[in-house]
């Protein structure tokens, strides 16, 4: 018996530059476990875009015209059943990406990535629960002024689940690491969320990284 095919997943790219844009669907568009439901070349468009194409995935440039990808992610993530965001930037230490990334996107990709990495990213947003790009994450923490955050008590454990998600691991990889059940890593790192004040993994790497407990 065969095994039941991946589903689908919906992407939606939103980018103000036609060139960039129109690549990005060619290239998602020719895999076979994806498709391009809708393009958008500002702000507004993608939050129409995305509202009724119901995206598993958005592709979000975060300088767009009449609202910017910072603003349009914080609106579509306070929405039920909100799609991952993947922001794309031309600059790695662009000042958007970290606020839309504060505002709750997934991960982050530089538009000169090769079309193997954006199709890694978009797979990876869409079935795996992982921080994308670790190591970008934390060389823009680095190019930031000082925050000088502390972090809240944690225990033991927690720190060593934190260092893991700040090296990009999902919930399996870190549980084969640390000899522990997928369901108490879950546990972990949902205690870990809410100690943190953060919306999700990637926002608790940000703040390890601010606190110094990684370098």
Known sequence: MRPAPEPVIKVVIADDDEMVRDGFAAILGAQPDMEVVGLADDGV???QTVRAG???????????????GIEATRRLLAAPG?????VVTTFEHDSYVYDALMAGAHGFLLKRSGAAQLVSAVRALAHLDVVLFPESIRDLVDSRPARGRTLPRLTEREQEVLRLLARGMTNAEIAAELFLGVETVKSHVATLLAKLSARD???????AYESGFVD
């Open 54 to 68: 119901t995206p598993d995935v958005v592709v979000m440039d975060v300088r767009m015209p009449r609202l910017d």
């Open 45 to 47: 468009t993608a939050l």
């Open 201 to 207: 993994r990637t926002q608790a790497v940000i703040a």
């Open 82 to 86: 909100a799609p991952k965001i993947l």
